[in-house]
């Protein structure tokens, strides 16, 4: 897959230059096989995101909630659906979505759809913290404040992609 003008180390040894998104394009690989390792690579990815931000589920449910249509049994459950959701959306429409604060609430709208903040910024200041049993919990990072976020995210924004910002 050609990603402008940069050419995927599998161009690169077969000398094609493809600008198809399409496993298929992959030289060597079918397309069966390239859907196993992107579903072998899309679980660990749902879990371990979700698991930073606290979220958990059974190891048995894992699997069926990312890539199988299984009815979540709780709120952690949801969240790992929402994650695969948004995951979807960037994956199907990444040449065409934009890179807005309107596109990032819109993602966070597919992740958080059980919570009632989905599609928001946040509204109350936070902090990522390390509990560990018997100790005393260390700040590991101090956020940007609730009321500062809307700015932050207008400032980041062009820095990292100027040319996908409508």
């Known amino acids: 897959m050609m990603v402008r003008g940069i050419r995927t180390k599998w161009e690169r ?26 579903d072998a690579a899309i679980i660990p990815s749902a879990e371990s995101s979700n698991r930073i931000e606290g979220v958990t589920v059974e190891p048995d449910r894992l699997r069926p909630l990312v890539l199988g249509n299984t009815r979540p049994r709780d709120r952690s459950e949801q969240e ?17 979505l934009p890179i ?10 597919l992740c958080q759809s059980a919570s ?6 946040k509204r109350v200041d936070n ?28 400032e980041l924004l062009p820095g990292h992609c100027p040319s996908r910002l409508r």
Request: aromatic share 6%; glycine share 6%; charged share 25%.
């Open 127 to 154: 902090e990522v913290i390390q509990l560990v049993p018997g100790a005393a919990p260390v700040i590991r990072f101090r956020c940007v404040k609730a009321r500062e976020t809307p700015a932050a995210v207008d």
């Open 116 to 121: 009632g903040d989905a599609g928001q910024f």
């Open 80 to 96: 790992v659906q929402g994650y695969r959701r948004a995951l979807n959306e960037i994956h199907t429409r990444y040449e065409k």
């Open 100 to 109: 807005t604060a309107d596109t990032l609430k819109h993602l966070h709208a």
């Open 13 to 38: 040894r077969s000398g094609s230059s493809s600008s198809s998104s399409s496993f298929s394009s992959s030289p060597g690989k079918s397309p069966q096989v390239l859907k196993a390792l992107r």
